[in-house]
């Protein structure tokens, strides 16, 4: 890929609309959802077909897949003992070798961002926060028999298969902050091994703005605090970009200043009003994240990718042409990466 800031779209944004809307991101990204019956390897046949389908149709368009590995919330996100239970993790490691096997076997280099809030749930809720003293089967994993049964070792799994089938695939660990300092999401992270990946997944509100600030609030964007949530874009009052972008360079910097990718980056529209309707509340990463792209890379961040993490969420549908307009813009003068 060229040697700039790279920009990517990923759920509630097809492929055919973005191709007639004449954009052309740099990384598409799509979920691999659920573990057993009726998850993404049954999707397609043979199994696990779906990374093959998806993976062709995404460089068909000139882009690098990325796929959101999302399966330890089948059980019920922050249920912890799903991962100390033989059913479940026999279905899920069999899962996670299917996928690295489909991934390397098209020959695509290809990012995989390995179980968004699944670490801030062991972080909210192993003994002391420490992720060596929250089980987990892991041993049992042929190719990881030396790896611990805990979850620095599930994390340390999650690398070695990908490493052994997946030799093509860049990986990356999402950290959560909800709520914690960059001091403690950042130590937490290095304990479960963070730093052994390729780059570091800094996830994005998952929701526009406004959602938060609707009345009534949408069942999905409830329970989220007062706010404010609107960014401020002069970068004076909280919240606002650059506490965001320090408060991640922070923990990049304890992960060994690994390159950083923004995900689930929300697509909303700027406004002066609070609020909005489903899939036209208001936001404004996309406007200025994409004005402001050399304060990213200058941070040592490679790529964004933009997507909505709910069903009320803006799309490259209902943004009016945002996204559309803005990214060519940038692209006709880019953010190139520092020397």
Known sequence: MPGRLLGGLGAGNPIADMTSQQIQP???????????????????????????????????????????????????????????????????????????????????????????????????????????????????????ADQPDNVAGLAGCLLTLGRTYAPNAKLGFPPSFWGRDATTVGNFMLKVGADKADFMVAQTSDRDAGCFEAVPTPAECAGRGNGPFYWDETNVATPNFHQDLDAWSAVRRTLGNLPVLYWQTPMGVPSATPGGTPGHFRDNHVQYMLTHATEYTAKGVFAIVFSGGGATSASINTDGGQFARLFRAYLSSPAPFPN
């Open 26 to 144: 740099d990384i598409i990204d799509t979920y691999l959802v659920g573990a057993g019956s009726g998850s993404w390897p049954y999707w397609n046949s043979p199994d696990g077909a779906y990374v093959t389908y998806v993976s062709a149709n995404v460089k068909a368009v000139g882009a690098v897949p990325m796929f959101t590995l999302y399966q330890m919330a089948t059980q019920g996100e922050g249920n912890l003992t799903a991962i100390n239970d033989a059913s479940f993790m026999t279905s899920y490691w069999a899962q996670v070798k299917l996928m690295y096997q489909k991934i390397g076997a098209t020959g695509l280099p290809t990012l995989v961002n390995l179980e968004p809030d699944f670490w801030g749930f062991v972080l909210a809720g192993a003994p002391g926060g420490d992720p060596t003293k929250q089980p987990a089967r892991v041993s049992t994993v042929t190719e990881c």
